[in-house]
Nanobody, 122 residues
Framework: QVQLVVPVGGSAPAGGSLRLLCVASRHIINRSCIAWFRQAPGKEREGVAAIERDGSTRYSDSVKGRFTISQGNAKNTLYLQMISLSTEDTAVYYC????????????????WGQGTQVTVSS
């Protein structure tokens, strides 16, 4: 049973933008907060954005003002809009769901998507 899917990653030049999509099973999105994490080579996985069921959001300092998490028109979809990208944003990005909000502690997120590569070139 597929729970969370991130269909497509992408690449962009530094200063460019990308938008990631997460598609979640309805039983997840109705009961959970959703967060985006990323893991760069040689680094630990870190949370970058989260949205609660009431729509409140939280961002890590590294992406605040550049990334926006939002729910799509379809209730089971979430987006991560990324602008002003830098090479430091290169990572595998994951969509996750659980009871973690507003925390980015990974153990609080029960469901994980498969991860998708985002590459920012200089």
């Amino acid at each position: 049973q597929v729970q969370l899917v991130v269909p497509v990653g992408g690449s962009a030049p530094a200063g460019g933008s990308l938008r990631l999509l997460c598609v979640a099973s309805r039983h997840i999105i109705n009961r959970s907060c959703i967060a985006w994490f990323r893991q760069a080579p040689g680094k630990e996985r870190e949370g970058v954005a989260a949205i609660e069921r009431d729509g409140s959001t939280r961002y890590s300092d590294s992406v605040k003002g550049r990334f926006t998490i939002s729910q799509g028109n379809a209730k089971n979809t979430l987006y991560l809009q990324m602008i002003s990208l830098s090479t430091e944003d290169t990572a595998v990005y994951y969509c996750a769901a659980g009871s973690g909000c507003p925390s980015f502690a990974r153990y609080l997120y029960t469901y994980w998507g498969q991860g998708t590569q985002v590459t920012v070139s200089s």
